[in-house]
């Protein structure tokens, strides 16, 4: 449940590495790019309003000219996002080779998927998409039966494609469906219910939920939400006092029963997980996105009429746990409590204080990431350097054998209970989309269940791993990928993306908007930075708080070490990153403008002052701090990406958000864009800047969950446009 509310709270995240070779090919010659020569686009910067407003931060006068860009309401909001949009729109249009990168990400983007199959009593479940549809589709079918049929179909959701799928719980006795959907990709979410069997939708209707899992118990689930928001703010309201509910089904939600609340503290999240056998629910608290404690109860006997008798397992938010299962009637869980890279406990419900924990699998010097039960044996993925291992462990922790994987690449979605005896995982690398694996651990084999066709040679291209020394002497690993025989010759077009923040590890996937750069002679690069989660607690420690400049400088000797090995130069060198990553784009833009090119923020927190005064910013206090405090206020003003534009020219920088993102609101694009544009027009003797510094705002678009197909070939086709043209590289 932990992991659930932490990776909604900031992160949409991503995820996959090195190629698998598809076929042979024996490659003759070496690649030398030929760089063109784009010819300029007149634009005009919009006029903007700068206000008065100055606050004061212990005793301090920080200036916020475009605080009005705070009210997304606002009709001065409302046209400021008209004027620059038709700015960027008019600029992208002239690229001569936009319609070939849409074009061609379309033909690339319409391969088929699937996810990795589950199973729950006796039919099994999965998600499909035939390559042109905006989302993916949840089919079910018998275990014995050959054809699937259709569950949930997000596509219908809505005409545009804007309503989306998120989490799909199905009731223990396999007879509903409890879904929640969101709309224009916020955050809030709606809940409602299908029967399996005959398809038909329930009444149950709940609404205002967020950050929530889906718990089924009995004839009914819990479910997290908050109050409705006030005044029209639905978008940038604080969101304070989270509650646990029990929905029974065939009632309204307004006799939902509140299972639990806390009065005292506002900032908190709250979520639960029912085990698999219904007996015992687990409540986790969170004041950020790591560290939880957790709650236990007895429900085997419980009726909805009752309050739930909780008892105290782990208190304080130093530590992260995570209920992995159940064996012999005693919990599993994953902790990071006295081992920084997670080890596996043992707890007896009934006799559950800490001193009675039996350490099952101990901490390694590799990351445990997950633990996935299987024919009465523990799956435990790790993640050593970046990449997938598999282990194979028995149920009281002696390690059994090493799971052989189909290359060096990411695993995902594993799926399996601890009777079955079949496992299934997808498997992603840079080069290629995530294929299905099927392994059996009785019978000891596995197979590919599922490889999608793709129209990109995955062949052509290879990926390798470096790593290079930071500002302060650490190793930072970095995957390139790019095109075999490319000629490395200092001046190739290259495009660096980071990440770098609540521990989450930036592993290897298959961005398929990236092919098109690749194709066009590219190199793509991602430097897995410090403040992440990809060598456990301590690697995340060293990028938060007082020492997030560590991931700025990783970010920066990432650019100079391509630079200094001659796979590119500043003229060549785009940099993105989105969210947290967002921040990381633009903060390095701040700092050292003259090692790139091209800046790609994109739906970044920006206003480092303010980030905490809206919807679920506080959240983000455990990595960054909060103004709130004067040694941390004095540290984020050093590098808060509003508060440190000066008047001097820029790189061509493309601001990326949507209007409805209720995670990381626009006002911090907006304020940025405009301190951005409003200072580089005193550089060069006052004669103004002559790159493109513009915000591409999705009129009806959140963080990026949920985003139907058509709106991100849309969105990437644009970013690709924007890059590619600045880099002075072109489309055959």
């Known amino acids: 449940m932990k992991k659930v509310i932490c990776s909604l ?19 003759t010659s070496r690649i030398k790019y030929k760089q063109p020569k784009n010819k300029k686009i007149v634009f005009k910067f919009p006029e903007v309003k700068r206000s008065e407003q100055v606050d004061i931060y212990h005793g301090k006068s920080i200036p916020d000219p475009y605080n009005w860009l705070e009210d997304e309401n606002s009709e001065e909001t409302k046209k400021f996002v008209v004027e620059q949009n038709k700015v960027t729109y008019s600029y ?9 990168v849409k074009e061609r990400l379309t033909k690339i983007w319409s391969f088929p998927s699937m996810s990795a199959p589950f199973i729950v009593k006796d039919k099994v479940f999965f998600y499909r998409n035939d390559g042109k549809q905006n989302h993916s589709v949840l089919m079910t079918k018998g275990i014995k039966t050959k054809e699937p049929s259709i569950l949930l179909d997000p596509n219908k959701f809505s005409e545009d494609g804007t309503t989306s799928l998120g989490q799909a719980a199905i009731s223990t006795n396999g007879k509903y469906v409890a879904y929640a959907f969101s709309k224009a990709g916020s955050d809030w979410t709606e809940i409602k219910v299908k029967e399996i069997a005959g398809g038909k939708e329930l009444e149950d209707h709940i609404k205002w939920v967020k950050f929530s899992g889906i718990s089924w118990k009995g004839n009914g689930f819990f479910y997290s939400a908050y109050e409705a928001p006030k005044d029209g703010k639905d978008y940038s309201a604080k969101n304070e006092f989270h509650k646990i509910f029990y929905h029974s089904l065939g009632t309204k939600q307004e006799n939902d029963i509140l299972i639990y609340e806390d ?25 950020g996105t790591s560290g939880n404690n957790l709650k236990l109860a007895d429900i085997s006997k419980w009726k909805p009429t009752k309050a739930i008798n909780w008892l105290s397992m782990a208190d304080g938010f130093e530590n992260d746990y995570e209920l992995i299962g159940v064996v012999s009637n005693k919990l599993l869980f994953s902790t990071n409590r006295e081992a920084p890279n997670n080890r596996l406990i043992l707890v007896d419900p ?20 997950s633990v996935t039960l299987c024919n009465n044996k523990l799956v435990v993925k790790y993640l050593v350097d970046v990449s ?59 197979m590919v269940y599922f490889k999608p066709e793709i129209d990109f040679d995955s062949d052509n291209y ?42 989450i590890s930036y592993t290897p996937e298959f961005r398929v908007d990236r092919s098109v750069f690749l194709e066009n002679g590219g190199i793509y690069c991602v430097a897995n930075l410090r403040g992440g989660g990809e060598y456990g607690e301590a690697w995340h420690k060293a990028g938060i708080q007082l020492q997030k400049q560590n991931v ?41 403008p003259d090692l790139f090119k091209v800046v790609i923020p994109q739906v970044g927190v920006l206003d480092m002052l303010k980030f905490h005064k809206f919807t679920i910013g506080w959240a983000w206090t455990g990595d960054y701090g909060s103004s709130d405090n004067q040694e941390q206020f004095e540290y984020l003003l050093k590098y808060s990406p509003v508060h440190n534009v000066v008047p001097r020219c820029y790189p061509a920088t493309l601001v990326v958000t949507g209007d409805h993102d209720d995670r990381v609101v626009p006002a911090h694009s907006l304020k940025f864009i405009s301190e951005l544009q409003y200072q580089s027009a005193q550089c060069i003797n006052g004669k103004g800047n002559d790159q493109p510094l513009m915000v591409r705002i999705d009129t009806n678009g959140g963080h990026g969950s949920g985003k139907p197909l058509a709106m991100q070939i849309e969105e990437y086709s644009d970013i690709w446009s924007f890059v590619m043209f600045n880099l002075e590289m072109t489309m055959d």
């Open 263 to 287: 009065k005292e503290n506002a900032l908190r999240n709250f979520g639960v997980t029912v085990t698999e056998d219904e007996k015992y629910i687990l409540l986790s608290g969170s004041e």
């Open 9 to 27: 709270i900031l992160l949409m995240s991503f995820n996959a590495i090195a190629q698998l070779p598809l076929k042979e090919k024996v490659i």
């Open 350 to 369: 009934k006799n559950h204080a800490d001193d009675n924990w039996v350490t099952i699998v101990p901490e390694d010097k590799s990351v445990l990431e």
């Open 552 to 592: 700025f400088d990783d970010f920066i000797a990432a650019a100079e070490y391509l630079i200094k090995e001659k796979y590119t130069d500043s003229e060549h060198l785009a940099v993105h990153g989105r969210s947290n990553g967002g921040l990381l784009a633009a903060a390095v833009l701040t700092q050292r």
């Open 388 to 446: 997938s291992k598999l282990k194979v462990f028995s149920l009281e922790g002696k390690f059994e054998k090493d799971l052989e994987l189909p290359g060096i690449g990411m695993v995902n979605g594993l799926q399996s209970s601890i009777k079955d005896s079949i496992l299934y995982y997808s498997f992603v690398s840079y080069t290629f989309p995530a294929r299905i694996m099927k392994v059996n651990l009785k019978e000891n084999y596995s």
């Open 462 to 503: 290879e990926t390798k791993q470096v790593f290079y020394t930071s500002k302060d002497g650490t190793k930072i690993p970095m995957f390139i990928t790019h095109k075999k025989g490319l000629v490395i010759d200092g001046s190739n077009p290259t495009f660096l993306f980071g990440y770098g923040g609540f521990n």
């Open 92 to 100: 992208l249009e002239k690229i001569p080779f936009r319609n070939k």
